[in-house]
Each structure stands twice: as C-alpha cells, then as structure tokens.
C-alpha cells in the first residue's frame, strides 16, 4: 500500500517537472518573439511610445496633486499651546502691587496678574469676575457677593472671603491712595452664610461695577500694616489670582526700561492659558515702542495711537481697532471769568463746526453727548443747536469781553489732541474771541498746575465713560473739589438730582427717564461740548492669536478678558467630518 503510494506520487512529480520544463521552454520562446525580437521595431513607432510614457507621467503628476490637495481640504491650521506673547506698554514699573498701579504698564501687569469680583463681558457690560453671583435687594443699597467655589492663588492657597475684607479694608485705609477708593467710600462689607454683605451709604444702581477692584491675599500681607504695603516684598514677588503668575523682573539699561516675564497661573478660574509666557516690556517713551514694534522686538502693543499708525513699517504687523468706552470733550470751566456766562457756552455750542473739527479724525466715532447710546435704553437723545457762526458772533459780541480777554485752552501732547486744540483755536478766533493754547505733558505738573486748579477756560481731554453710565464723577455738584472729576466745575440742580435718581433706582424705566432729564439740562447748559469716541488701536503680528473680534472694549486692559485663548504657535489639524 505504501508502495504503490509513493509510486504514484513520484509520477505526479515528473509529470510537473517535465509540464515546468515545457512552459519555461514556451514563455522563453514567447518573450523572445514578442519582446525581445520586436525591439528592432521600436525605432518606428518611438513616437506612440513618447505619447504614451507622457501621458503615465501626467497621470502620475496628476494623482500626486490631487492627494495633496485632498489632505489639504481635511487640514486645518489652528493654535496650539506654547510660545511666548510680548507686549510693550508705557510707562514705569514702580509697583506689581495691584493697588498701586499708575502706569499703562503697571495696569497692564494688573490685569494680566489679578482678578476682580466683577469683570467687563463679551457684551461691554459688568459681568462676573471671581464672584459666582452678585444680587442686591429691591432698594440697590444692600449688595450680596458669593464668591467662585475652589477659588485659589497661585501658590496654591484658596481664595476666600477673607481676602475681600482684607482688601476693602486696605482700600478705605486713610493710609493708603488708590483709585479705588472713592467706589468704596462708606461702604461696609461683612460676611454671612459664606457671603459677601456690602451695605452702602446710600442706593447705587451701578455698585456692581465698583466691584471691579483685584483682590489681594490675606494669608500673605493681613499682618503688613497698611501703609507699609507699597514697601513689602510683595510688590515685587506677588501672589496672584489671573491668567498668569509672577516670573522674573529683568532691569534694562538705566532709563527705567523693564521687563516682567510671567507663566500661566496654573490655579486661574477660567482654565490655564495656552501661553507659556507672557512677557510685558515696560517703555519709557512711546518712540521706544515704535521702534520695537518695528525691528519685532514685541508682538504687539497698544501705546501707539492712529495718528502715528505711519510709523508702523513692519510688514507683519497690523492695526487692529476697535472702539472703547472713552470719550474726548471740550470741558468748559463754567466758574471761570469767561464761560460763567451761560451765553458765551451757548455761542460755542453754536459757532464750533464740528464737521471740520471732526475730519482729521480718521475711524474715530463723532460723540455729542456725555452718554453712549449702548449705555442706555432710548435713542432720543436731546437735539443740539444747528451749527450758526454768525448767531455765535452776535453772543459773543453781546458779551461785551474785555478787549485783552484772553481764553485759556489746555490740552495734553497725546495723539489728536494738539492738532484739535489748534483748529479749535481758530475757529474761536474767528468768532471774534482771543485764545491761547497750551499743549503739555501728561503728568504730575499737569495734575498739580492745571486740573486741580482747574487752571483753563476750555480744557481738551479724554475720560473714562465706563460700561454703565454714571454721571456722578463728571458732572454733579457735589464733586466740585480739587480732588473731583467735575472738570466743568458744573453745578445745576435739576442736573444733580436727576444723577442722583438714576443711579439709585433699579427701574430701568425711571432710570432711562432720569438720563434724558439730565441730558436735557447738559445741552441747555453746555458745560463741556462732545467731539469723538475713542478708538483703540492694536498693532499686533498678524502670526498670532490676540483677542477676539467680538470682544467689546470698555476701557483698553479688557483686551485681556478672554488672555487664556491667545496663542503664538500654530499646528496642522485634521478637520472634523
């Protein structure tokens, strides 16, 4: 049986090796007559062969492009986490404590360091901050503030309650002079039921945005006296509660150029930042910035006002505008020997052409009115005079001015400013009046020589509108003091009670019916004259992730609100199906 097994299979295998021999035999012979004997006819059709080997190739090419082009549709380019963002900012570097901060830079540093109860939103309006909410009673006298849960500082530490009256407590401090100050003045803060209790002297429909003050850590300076706060290791080496942590402080040169070099805080409420630094070079002069804007020294910067956007001549950099809640006026000094008289304030309000005062203006907004229309819930607004030169003349001719009159107009050497005060100057000299024009720098000469006492017949200035009107600061009677913002020294008393009704009534409707009696009595008193809106310009590197277009600015640092998503290195991605 084994036998015949094994016979048969040695005959399957001679059978396959002589079938193998004879097909080698046959392709040997096919190749050579079709292939290799045919290469001799080559020469005649070299032509279709060209033709055909070029048009594999197109395939090919084709195929390849394609491919690319496909992975290109399911690409995308998006940021990443990483990198270093720097911004040059203006001014010196005294103090990192929060309370203290004076220059463009310090409140740059500021920001980007320390959180707030209230915070400015996406919408330009007071939103929550640190606070997880904050409700007042029906008379807006009696304010309660919960704060975030799982709060904590950088080093670790949970922010708490504790921190808010350590603060207040430092801010109402006669020992200590802060911005923040009046916001808090009278106000008394204790806890109950782990909340916040702000009871304040009198009803304030806005206290919510006075909230908007940082918070500094009382497990660190409850034990410095208070007026010893600006001298502690802390304004050096702070502890922080923002977007991002105290690094390293670099010294540059002896003309009091610094940088401070911060790291994404780690503990920040609203997630860590992308950044892994953030660097803020603090300039002394603005010429400084334009040149490190320029040779890339930076990324960006928000010191260089429109009118010297030219100077900008990196071609990687652009402007980015965008309006904020501030606003320049003529402010007229109504208890000065000149404008006291109703009649020569009207005669500006009429002879003034703001068209022509206004063209040199570039995307700045014209503004009439010491209010925003995205401050209030009407838009019938009071009319102003027709523009009437010659009505104007004959005011100011009735007047009957001493001959050697001379109008003080004062201004500050900041962008359009100086260019402004001069058109002004001649369009009043053509109204018949005489005028002479200061332009100084902003500072503590300024402060000292001009606006505390009110040392001018028209002053040219910016201020702050804030995210919700309150006209109290600029224009109640109450506030004209040496130490106030009521610039036009105004005082009228239909004015002040209508102030004084809006902002202690939380019916909007009775509050919008407050807003438009007093813009009545500002048109009929004229105690300051609008001109425009300002505009933030940011020239920023166009590599980079800065804030969000849809962000609505109210006062420049707000930029700031959404630091977390900013970014500097970029990634390909596959998009989503």
């Known amino acids: 049986m084994e036998q015949d ?22 392709g040997s012979e096919h190749i050579k007559e079709n292939v290799v004997d045919r290469f001799s ?78 915070s400015v939103d996406y919408s330009g309006h007071i939103g929550l901050g640190l606070a997880d909410s904050i409700k007042t009673d029906d008379t807006g006298s009696v304010w309660t503030v919960k704060l975030r849960d799982n709060l904590k500082w950088s080093d670790g530490e949970p922010i708490t309650n504790a921190d808010v009256l350590y603060t ?7 020992a200590v002079n802060t911005s923040y100050s009046s ?20 009803a304030y429909a806005n206290f919510s945005s006075a909230l908007e003050f940082p918070i500094l850590p009382a497990h660190i300076l409850s034990g410095v006296a208070p007026n010893l706060l600006l001298e ?11 977007a991002f942590s105290y690094n390293a402080t670099q010294t540059i040169g002896n003309a009091g150029e610094k940088v401070v070099y911060l790291s994404p805080n780690k503990e920040y409420y609203k997630g860590t930042p992308l950044l892994d630094s953030f660097a803020v070079h603090a300039y002394p002069t603005i ?35 965008t309006s904020i ?69 004959e005011k100011i001719k009735a007047a009957n001015l001493d001959e050697n009159q001379v109008v003080r107009l004062v201004t500050i050497d900041s962008g359009y400013l100086p260019a402004l005060a001069e058109n002004l100057r001649f369009q009043l000299e053509n109204l018949g009046l005489k005028v002479e024009v200061s332009v100084m720098s902003s500072g503590q000469e300024f402060l000292m020589g001009i606006i505390r006492p009110r040392n001018y017949d028209i002053l040219l200035y910016e201020i702050e509108l804030g995210s919700d009107p309150d006209l109290f600061a600029y224009y109640h009677s109450s506030q004209n003091t040496e130490n106030s913002l009521n610039l036009s020294n105004y005082s009228s ?12 009534t939380m019916d909007q409707t009775i509050r919008n019916a407050k807003y438009e009696a007093f813009l009545k009595a500002w048109v009929e008193d004229v105690p300051a004259i609008g001109i425009y809106q300002v505009n933030l310009s940011y020239f920023v590197n166009r590599n980079v992730r800065t804030f969000s277009e849809d962000l609505r600015l109210v006062t420049p640092t707000d930029r700031f609100n959404d630091v977390s998503f900013w970014a500097t290195v970029k990634t390909q991605k596959n998009r989503t199906p």
């Open 183 to 202: 916001n808090l003045s009278g106000v008394r803060v204790s806890t109950e039921d782990g909340k916040l209790i702000f009871t304040l002297p009198k």
């Open 5 to 26: 097994i094994k016979k048969r299979g040695q005959r399957i295998a001679r059978r396959l090796s002589r079938f193998s021999r004879k097909a080698g035999r046959e």
């Open 493 to 504: 008393a239909l004015a002040s009670d209508a102030i004084l009704a809006a902002r202690g």
């Open 325 to 393: 809640n501030s606003g320049v006026f003529a402010f007229l000094n109504t208890r000065g020997p000149i404008f006291s008289n109703k009649s020569l304030r009207k005669a500006l309000q009429q002879g003034i052409d703001m068209r022509s005062l206004r063209a040199p203006l570039g995307d700045e907004l014209p503004l009439d009115y010491p209010l925003l229309t995205s401050q209030v819930d009407f838009d019938d607004f009071p009319a102003l005079p027709e523009y009437d030169p010659d009505a104007a003349k």
């Open 168 to 174: 207040v407590s430092v801010i109402q401090s006669p």
């Open 41 to 118: 006819h080559i020469k005649k059709i070299r032509l279709l062969v060209l033709e055909w080997s070029l048009l594999i190739l197109v395939i090919l090419m084709l195929s390849i492009t394609q491919t690319f082009l496909y992975a290109e549709s399911y690409a995308v380019t998006s940021f990443t986490k990483g990198g270093t963002y720097s911004e040059a900012t203006l001014g010196r570097i005294n103090s990192l404590n929060p309370l203290f901060a004076t220059t463009n830079s310090e409140k740059t540093l500021s920001r980007l360091m320390f959180g707030t109860l209230s």
């Open 232 to 242: 502690n290791a802390f304004s050096t080496t702070p502890v922080t509660s923002g």
């Open 287 to 321: 010429e400084e910035i334009i040149s490190a804007i320029n040779l890339g020294t930076v990324t960006a910067t928000a010191e260089i006002l429109p009118v010297d956007a030219d100077e900008v001549t990196a071609d990687n950099i652009y402007e980015k505008q």
